[in-house]
Structure formats: C-alpha cells, structure tokens
C-alpha cells in the first residue's frame, strides 16, 4: 500500500521561491504518472503539473509555465515541484497524486486535467505567498 507524503510548503514574500517534496512510502510501486494539484480557497482544484515516471517527461500548466518545474528522484522515491518567481495567487493547499497504468502520452497531455485519473492523494501542504 503506497502513501504519498508532501513537504516543504511555508510563507513566503512575492518573488520567492520553494520546493514542495512528494515521498512516496516504500516507494513509487507500479505508479506511472505523478502529478501536483492545488486548490485554494473558494477555489476548484486545479492541475499545476505531471511527470511520467518512466520517461522523466513533463507537462506543466500555463498559469505556472516558466515559474514552476516538475522532476523525480528516484532513488530517493520523491517528485520535487520547484515553484520559483512565486505570486500572491500561487497561496494555495498543494496536493501530489499518482496514478498506475496510465501511458506517458496521456500522462503529459491529458491527465493534467482529469483528476479522476488519479487514485492515490497525499494530505497536502500549504503554500502562503505574501
């Protein structure tokens, strides 16, 4: 049974930055595709980024294009959302999913938008900009 666990949010001024953290715990067994969501209040869930784990391949949303950066680690079981140049609407909860089965295609070019892609969730860690 895999658990996802988030990290590395705070409060920090505009123009900042930080790096959110996703563990996976043991590890990233079977999952194909990892993703960042987040929602702020009053506010639907939105997808801020995936990466297909097999290939490294990225989509990132383009309300956050050229600000934020998806990767993985894996030998240290953990996807990394680098969120640089951070503005006041960015404040929000932050959320790491993961799905199994999906094909790297649909991973980078679809599932972004379809949350129900995704089976597995963290608790999230919230992200306050100033």
């Known amino acids: 049974h895999v658990q996802l666990v988030e990290s590395g949010g705070g409060s920090v001024q505009a123009g900042g930055a930080l790096r959110l953290s996703c563990a996976a715990s043991?590890?990233?067994?079977?999952?194909?595709?990892v993703a960042w969501f987040r929602q702020a209040p009053g506010k639907e869930r939105e997808g801020v980024a995936t990466?297909?784990?097999?290939?490294?391949?990225?989509n990132i949303a383009d309300s956050v294009h050229g600000r934020f950066t998806i990767s993985r680690d894996s030998a240290k079981n953990t996807v990394y959302l680098q969120m640089n140049s951070l503005k006041p609407e960015d404040s929000a909860m932050h959320y790491c999913a993961a799905a199994v089965g999906l094909s790297g295609d649909y991973c980078v070019r679809v599932a972004l938008g379809v949350q129900s892609s995704f089976g597995l969730w963290g608790q999230g860690t919230q992200v306050t900009v100033s």
């Open positions: 043991p590890y990233f067994y079977s999952v194909s595709c």
């Open positions: 990466i297909y784990m097999d290939g490294g391949t990225t």
